[in-house]
């Protein structure tokens, strides 16, 4: 089933759960898992995100993350999944911190296992959720506890291609509406990305090449997954 952040965090227990957060968290985690990053530790707060970079003990590490869309003063990277090139997060840990998305991950930590769902490593969370036994919950980051289109529409699409395209009637109601809103717009998802809340709340601040970035299915075969706090790609491990 899907749900908001408004979730119990004790009802995953036990559950697989994805984390959504298409614009941009999960997109950004995805793009540098797959140019090699060594982890990505989320963080829910600055106070976290430092004491975490005191302790880890390494230099090799990036503070990295945004509030509201605008990149963390003295943070070495914002949240621009262009940003995370090979050149720039090869081997390195990524403590990021975001508005949304990483808190939506650090409230999943009773769950069983969580991996990072995007747009971009579609095909490989399906694959991967097609082998799962456990209860699958598909957690949409949404924005400061609202509903985001974007993650809702890419969770439609994760359903759609799980059941084949047909949704059985006893499914959950936010399956059902997550499969019906991916069945009206699966077909245009750039466009309409472009006119989500998202887009236009963030239009001085996040470039339309992030938008049309973070829309592209299927790029990458990341599966980015948490353990004892750090998200690394388990993908073909
Ligand atoms: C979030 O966590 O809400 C997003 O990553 C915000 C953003 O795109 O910078």
Same mark, same amino acid.
């Given at each position: 089933f899907i749900s908001s952040? %408004?979730?119990?965090?004790?009802?995953?227990?036990e559950k697989t759960v994805v984390v959504i957060d298409v614009l941009r968290a999960s997109s950004t985690m995805v793009t540098a898992l797959d140019n090699n990053a060594k982890g990505v530790i989320p963080v829910a707060d600055m106070d976290d995100a430092s004491k975490i970079s005191q302790n *880890? $003990? %390494? /230099? $090799?590490?990036l503070l990295s993350g945004e509030k509201n869309g605008v990149k963390i003063e003295g943070?070495? *990277?914002? $949240? %621009? /999944? *262009?940003?995370?090139?090979s050149d720039v997060v090869k081997d390195k840990t990524i403590i990021l911190n975001t508005t949304n998305g990483t808190k939506a991950i650090k409230r999943a930590s009773l769950a069983k296992e969580v991996v990072i769902g995007s747009f971009l490593n579609l095909r490989t969370v399906v694959d991967y959720l097609q082998k799962v036994e456990s209860e699958i919950v598909l957690v949409c980051a949404g924005w400061h506890d609202r509903l985001a289109l974007e993650d809702l529409l890419c969770a439609g699409n994760i359903i759609y291609e799980l059941t084949g395209g047909s949704l059985s009637s006893t499914a959950q109601d936010g399956a059902k509406v997550a499969f019906g809103l991916y069945e009206k717009f699966g077909d245009d998802i750039e466009g309409t990305i472009k006119s989500s809340n998202y887009a236009v709340r963030l239009k001085d601040i996040v470039s339309e090449e992030d938008l049309l970035y973070c829309c592209q299915r299927n790029i990458m075969q990341v599966l980015p997954a948490m353990n004892e706090g750090i998200i690394s790609d388990i993908h073909g491990k």
């Open positions: 952040q %408004s979730f119990q965090e004790e009802e995953l227990r *880890l $003990n %390494s /230099p $090799n590490f943070y070495d *990277l914002g $949240n %621009s /999944p *262009l940003d995370y090139t």
